[in-house]
T-cell receptor, first 116, second 113 residues
């Protein structure tokens, strides 16, 4: 398996709802990432997990809560979102290099989120 | 802080014509550089990467890029564009031990038949 999968493809939620986005990879990559991409903008990093531990949080509001239950799975829990949180949410993973750093990132197709 | 500049927001080329997309970076050390392509509503696909060594790198779909340290550039080229190449192209620099990617603002490529 050489891809990153994301579910659902589309999600519509109200501001009081709780929902989760799921990302999965079976390539043995030990770093996983969440990005947010608004229309006609580049992706913006939200979170980085390295060996299932949160290593970077780019000052993301607490209404976004990441979780990495195992090395293949990454979740993003959503609660009390605002309409301006509507965006494409991308997941990525990266293999470890022999030198201890990480290599290129492989992206999933994204989840298109609409907050009403 | 590292940054990436893509000076061209939108480029239109005719099918069969050559293509060059510009990318300039600002980073103190030797950068790890990437080009990604994104079709509308889709994820990003890696076209090519530069870590070290030969400054001319070959990628998928007939794309290549040249790293020029003196100009802080990593321009993407293709000798003959196909209509299916129409998409958004992002240049990115990777920094830090956790491989944080910083993207340029992107260049939208339109291909006319």
């Amino acid at each position: 398996d050489t891809e990153v999968t994301q579910t659902p493809k589309h999600l519509v939620m109200g501001m009081t709802n709780k929902k989760s986005l799921k990302c999965e990879q079976h390539m043995g990559h030990r770093a996983m990432y969440w990005y947010k991409q608004k229309a006609k903008k580049p992706p913006e990093l939200m979170f980085v997990y390295s060996y299932e531990k949160l290593s970077i949080n780019e000052s993301v509001p607490s209404r976004f809560s990441p979780e990495c239950p195992n090395s293949s799975l990454l979740n993003l829990h959503l609660h009390a979102l605002q309409p301006e949180d509507s965006a494409l949410y991308l997941c990525a993973s990266s293999p470890r290099t022999s030198g201890g750093g990480y290599n290129e990132q492989f992206f999933g197709p994204g989840t298109r989120l609409t907050v009403l | 802080a590292q940054s990436v500049t893509q000076p061209d927001i939108h480029i239109t080329v005719s099918e069969g014509a050559s293509l060059e997309l510009r990318c300039n970076y600002s980073y103190g050390a030797t950068p790890y550089l990437f080009w990604y392509v994104q079709s509308p509503g889709q994820g990003l696909q890696l076209l090519l990467k530069y870590f070290s060594g030969d400054t001319l790198v070959q990628g998928i779909k007939g794309f290549e890029a040249e790293f020029k340290r003196s100009q802080s550039s990593f321009n993407l080229r293709k000798p003959s564009v196909h209509w299916s190449d129409a998409a958004e192209y992002f240049c990115a620099v990777m920094t830090g031990t956790a491989s944080k990617l910083t993207f340029g603002t992107g260049t939208r490529l339109q291909v006319t038949l």
